[in-house]
């Protein structure tokens, strides 16, 4: 079995850089290595002791590039990839005009094919290796995630996308048919290579309580799953949920109420919510997704990650395509940025960094597995070149330290600045 050793600038996590000093929970060499053998990372450390101590790995030396755990994707869409970047509405509109017409289409097969392909592959150009997506109504259209994504050797989450109402004739299912499909894809799938099947209703507006219950049920049958949906993105949503469900508490009641709250739930964007709901997910271990590309761009709202980070609540960190504006999780950093900024907070780039990788695998339930650069986990591994571009090295030239060094690259950096990827072991991007 070949064992390969990368060397580069390394930079790991040794705890959560959101509490307490960041620079407690950091584990940098700027000579490192990664020792990476049949799919796992083995060993990292110092690089020449590393050289020394395996003199039959195979060397790529990546030199002043800082060697990463691959990012992680915590939200996304991937049935959306073609219609990123729709001008003009915000939520429900832009669900009605954009996403749904388009979600329609993936009962063809060929066509469900070619859009996961092509967003896996976009995704691994950007230097994410993990992505957990929603796919559309139709069991193909999680078929063909799974598959594209098993050929590439990628450990995604993803689940068929349930509706029975609120939502076009030839976009709904039934309460018995969510339950019905959404259990034969989770025997299918979950646990198949690097597979895990998630149950997700869209959200409370496009399922009625009959189809919660069922699909509450089903996670109860399989509490190995995670459970993803949407939750409190914007204003207007929270109102119509309240007129739909006037006997629920709040928003995350509408959830609770059909056994769809627990610890292996993943609540996608989470902006406003009520101090019980916090305390509601905070209790039960479950996990929000900040989104931040996707909560300027249809205009939802701050999320408050410090606040959130404070009373405990597992966050992780998602492009949410194509609601979010970028494939780019280093975009999507730069958003979380730019809003803490905008909520008085300025995240440091070793926060940024670390909820991109260990802060998403945590929220999947993934600590360990994936999201990490240590002894254990995957070798899922994201390069990046500091000096991209003309506008990026010319800043970084003049940095004092590697954080300075970083951030010009997470704030200005896109996929050309991904100098190589390695997805369970083997080179992907190159
Ligand atoms: N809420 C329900 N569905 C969606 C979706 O597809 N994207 C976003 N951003 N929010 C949603
Ligand atoms: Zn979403």
Same mark, same amino acid.
């Given at each position: 079995?070949?064992?390969?050793?990368? +060397?580069? =600038?390394?930079?790991?996590?040794?705890?959560?850089?959101?509490?307490?000093?960041?620079?407690? %929970?950091?584990?940098?060499?700027?000579?490192?290595?990664?020792?990476?053998?049949?799919?796992?990372?083995?060993? @990292?450390?110092?690089?020449?002791?590393?050289?020394?101590?395996?003199?039959?790995?195979?060397?790529?030396? !990546?030199?002043?590039?800082?060697?990463?755990?691959?990012?992680?994707?915590?939200?996304?869409?991937?049935?959306?990839?073609?219609?990123?970047?729709?001008?003009?509405? =915000?939520?429900?509109?832009?669900?009605?005009?954009?996403?749904?017409?388009?979600?329609?289409?993936?009962?063809?097969?060929?066509?469900?094919?070619?859009?996961?392909?092509?967003?896996?592959?976009?995704?691994?150009?950007?230097?994410?290796?993990?992505?957990?997506?929603?796919?559309?109504?139709?069991?193909?259209?999680?078929?063909?995630?799974?598959?594209?994504?098993?050929?590439?050797?990628?450990? *995604?989450?993803?689940?068929?996308?349930?509706?029975?109402?609120?939502?076009?004739?030839?976009? $709904?299912?039934?309460?018995?048919?969510?339950?019905?499909?959404?259990?034969?894809?989770?025997?299918?799938?979950?646990?198949?290579? $690097?597979?895990?099947?998630?149950?997700?209703?869209?959200?409370?507006?496009?399922? @009625?309580?009959?189809?919660?219950?069922? +699909?509450?049920?089903?996670?109860?049958?399989?509490?190995?799953?995670?459970?993803?949906?949407?939750?409190?993105?914007?204003?207007?949503?929270?109102?119509? *949920?309240?007129?739909?469900?006037?006997?629920?508490?709040? !928003?995350?009641?509408?959830?609770?109420?059909?056994?769809?709250?627990?610890?292996?739930?993943?609540?996608?964007?989470?902006?406003?919510?009520?101090?019980?709901?916090?305390? $509601?997910?905070?209790?039960?271990?479950?996990? *929000?997704?900040?989104?931040?590309?996707?909560?300027?761009?249809?205009?939802?709202?701050?999320?408050?990650?410090?606040?959130?980070?404070?009373?405990?609540?597992? *966050?992780?960190?998602? @492009?949410?395509?194509?609601?979010?504006?970028?494939?780019?999780?280093?975009?999507?950093?730069?958003?979380?940025?730019?809003?803490?900024?905008?909520?008085?907070? %300025?995240?440091?780039?070793?926060?940024?960094?670390?909820?991109?990788? &260990?802060?998403? %695998?945590?929220?999947?339930?993934?600590?360990?597995?994936?999201?990490?650069?240590?002894?254990?986990?995957?070798?899922?591994?994201?390069?990046?070149?500091?000096?991209?571009?003309?506008?990026? %090295? =010319?800043?970084?030239?003049?940095?004092?330290?590697?954080?300075?060094?970083?951030?010009?690259?997470?704030?200005?950096?896109?996929?050309?600045?991904?100098?190589?990827?390695?997805?369970?072991? &083997?080179?992907?991007?190159?």
């Amino acid at each position: 079995m070949t064992k390969h050793l990368l +060397l580069g =600038q390394t930079l790991g996590f040794s705890g959560n850089p959101l509490l307490g000093d960041w620079a407690d %929970a950091v584990d940098f060499d700027s000579v490192g290595g990664v020792l990476i053998e049949a799919g796992r990372i083995v060993a @990292t450390g110092d690089g020449a002791a590393l050289r020394a101590a395996h003199p039959d790995a195979a060397v790529t030396d !990546y030199g002043a590039a800082l060697i990463s755990a691959g990012f992680v994707d915590a939200h996304m869409h991937y049935p959306q990839t073609g219609i990123i970047a729709s001008w003009g509405k =915000q939520l429900i509109d832009w669900l009605n005009t954009y996403t749904f017409p388009e979600e329609a289409r993936f009962g063809d097969r060929a066509y469900a094919d070619d859009v996961a392909g092509r967003t896996l592959d976009l995704a691994l150009a950007h230097g994410t290796t993990t992505l957990a997506s929603f796919c559309t109504i139709h069991p193909t259209s999680v078929d063909a995630f799974f598959e594209a994504a098993s050929a590439r050797n990628m450990a *995604v989450i993803a689940g068929k996308t349930c509706m029975d109402r609120n939502a076009p004739d030839d976009l $709904r299912d039934t309460a018995q048919s969510a339950y019905d499909d959404s259990k034969a894809l989770l025997e299918k799938w979950h646990g198949r290579g $690097r597979a895990s099947y998630a149950i997700t209703p869209r959200f409370s507006p496009t399922s @009625t309580p009959e189809q919660l219950s069922a +699909l509450g049920a089903l996670w109860a049958e399989h509490p190995d799953c995670l459970m993803q949906t949407h939750l409190s993105e914007q204003l207007p949503e929270i109102a119509w *949920v309240q007129e739909l469900f006037p006997e629920a508490r709040d !928003y995350l009641d509408t959830y609770e109420q059909f056994g769809l709250l627990g610890e292996r739930g993943l609540y996608g964007h989470a902006i406003h919510l009520t101090e019980r709901e916090i305390s $509601r997910l905070s209790e039960v271990g479950a996990a *929000v997704v900040h989104c931040p590309t996707s909560n300027t761009f249809i205009g939802s709202g701050l999320f408050d990650l410090m606040g959130l980070a404070k009373a405990s609540v597992t *966050v992780g960190l998602a @492009t949410d395509t194509g609601g979010g504006s970028s494939f780019s999780m280093l975009r999507t950093m730069a958003a979380a940025y730019e809003i803490g900024q905008l909520r008085g907070a %300025a995240l440091h780039p070793a926060q940024l960094i670390w909820l991109a990788t &260990e802060g998403s %695998a945590a929220a999947l339930k993934m600590t360990g597995q994936i999201g990490r650069l240590g002894a254990g986990a995957a070798a899922d591994i994201t390069v990046l070149d500091l000096h991209s571009t003309p506008a990026i %090295a =010319q800043r970084a030239a003049r940095a004092g330290d590697i954080w300075d060094a970083v951030f010009p690259t997470i704030m200005m950096g896109d996929d050309r600045a991904v100098r190589d990827v390695w997805v369970a072991g &083997e080179r992907r991007v190159g």
